[in-house]
């Protein structure tokens, strides 16, 4: 089927007034950014200045659009894992000029997104030297029957249908229990006020507990852009871009 995809390529002139462009010869490195439930491959531009943050960075920038799916091959609707994880970077390298190195690739998201940028990361870790969630949906086995703020049961049907998520591919917590020695970076920030915040703390305890690395930003805040809009900014000065000019 037809979808889409918001694309942001570096420029390494100031073309435009009061925006300067950045970025080092040959291939630029690449972020894949991703969107929430309720939202669309064009949320990132409309509701933060993603934009203007990356200019001086040569950083491009791939929002994908994978409607309601968790990034995940539905049970009862379309492969969004498989677009996801095969053919969109193919497909992106086909048409942009993009590194296609691991010390230059990387992933976010928030929300659902968040989710979907650390279960990319865990399932596929050498495609990344770096993931980070924003307010991710980080333990949805979790989530599915949580007492006060429980997943859509129809989202959860289209989804997964019958299939058992806990311990199995499409749970994050279980992707971390049993990842190897070579994972990217991992940044988690969650508002103390989130409505997922219980869902973060539990990945950072398994993390902590398994000796994996993980930057954690545990502040105040709620599920909102004003918060997303504000951390955006610190995962981009987090990534370890190379920054030679």
Not at 78 to 85: A, D, E, I, Q, V
Not at 158 to 166: I, L, P, S, Y
Not at 175 to 195: I, K, M, N, S, W
Request: aromatic share 10%.
């Amino acid at each position: 089927m037809g979808t889409a995809m918001t694309v942001l390529l570096p420029e390494r002139s100031s073309a435009g007034i009061g925006v300067a462009g950045g970025g080092s010869a040959g291939d630029p490195p690449v972020l894949y950014l991703l969107h929430g439930l309720t939202d669309d491959d064009t949320i990132w531009t409309r509701r933060t200045a993603i934009e203007r943050y990356v200019a001086p960075l040569g950083l491009a920038v791939v929002m994908p659009q994978v409607q309601r799916s968790f990034y995940t091959d539905e049970a009862h609707g379309n492969r969004y894992w498989t677009f996801l994880s095969e053919e969109l970077p193919e497909v992106c390298r086909s048409f942009f000029r993009l590194s296609d190195r691991r010390a230059d690739t990387f992933v976010a998201g928030l929300s659902m997104g968040g989710y979907g940028a650390m279960k990319w990361a865990l399932r596929q870790p050498g495609r990344f030297a770096a993931a980070a969630s924003l307010s991710g949906a980080l333990d949805v086995a979790h989530r599915r029957r949580h007492p006060t703020s429980p997943m859509d049961p129809a989202v959860w049907h289209t989804v997964w249908g019958d299939r058992e998520v806990a311990d199995a591919d499409d749970d994050t917590v279980a992707l971390l229990e049993r990842g190897g020695a070579d994972l990217p970076a991992l940044y988690v920030a969650c508002g103390t006020e989130d409505f997922l915040y219980e869902d973060n703390t539990r990945f950072v305890e398994t993390a902590r507990r398994r000796g994996v690395p993980v930057t954690v930003d545990f502040s105040p805040g709620d599920h909102d852009w004003g918060y997303w809009d504000a951390k955006i900014q610190d995962v981009l000065a987090w990534l370890p871009l190379r920054r030679d000019g």
